[in-house]
């Protein structure tokens, strides 16, 4: 709806219709809002894309979002037109308001401990972001502390014996630790020494990876690991390039 194209400070809200469908304020680099982007492109529910500058946000954001902080997703169906915050909150939501392809496990128990497993994963966010912002040389330790958290999703896969940790198809916790997955793929471009996944220590999360890829909803909001550097190594530099796919969009067309 803003064309792909991040809306700044001082521009006028999207005029969007009034057709009742969601409303997604994200960016298109934000792991965070991928998350949403997955389950709603997985369940293939309908939704209004509005992409947000996040250096220089819109005044009208924090009508959307308190915190000032993507993904938001405002429900215009709903009395009041609220919106909802936080990755989290929004996935589980729609899998419970959009039942038809589910991704949560029903059994209680079974669901538990998969949000467990997305709540144990926050270590190894915290550990790329250090190499992803600072380098091998910037974050000691933090190439071992991936590996480490890793390890837990490595034996979790060899114990439930299928390839997604959802079973047969991505689940819940697929979609939730995706983004930084994808991520991963990045650090060959942003590390001095060519980084590749260990294949003996992590030989069924890379199965994984690779069915992950070509997953339809993965698919739908997939970057290349090169295309994630060169973002993380403008926003390293405080220049965050968030309109890049769109003008590369507008050379392609004039080279036509
Ligand atoms: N816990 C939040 C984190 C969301 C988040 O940190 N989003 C970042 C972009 S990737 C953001 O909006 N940053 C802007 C800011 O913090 O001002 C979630 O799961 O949705």
Known sequence: MSNGKHLSKGSKRPELPDDGVLRLYSMRFCPYAQRAHLVLNAKGIPY???????????????????????????????????????????AEYLDEKYPDVPLLPKDPLKKALDKIL????????????????????????????????????????????????GGEKPGMLDYMIWPWCERSAMLKYLLPDKYEMDKERFGKLIQWRDLMINDAAVKSWYLDGETHAKFMKARRDNTHDYDMLVVSEAKRQRTC
């Open 118 to 165: 997305i709540e144990r994963f926050n270590p190894v966010i915290t550990a790329m972001y250090k190499v992803f912002l600072g380098g091998s040389e910037g974050a000691p330790g933090a190439l071992t502390e991936i590996s480490k958290g890793l390890d837990i999703f490595e034996k979790e896969l060899i114990t439930r014996g299928t390839p997604y940790f």
């Open 48 to 90: 209004h894309t509005i992409f947000i500058n996040l250096t220089e946000k819109p005044e009208w954001l924090t009508e959307y979002s308190p915190l000032g902080k993507v993904p938001a997703l405002q429900l215009p169906n709903e009395e009041g037109k609220p919106a909802l915050i936080e990755s989290l909150i929004i």
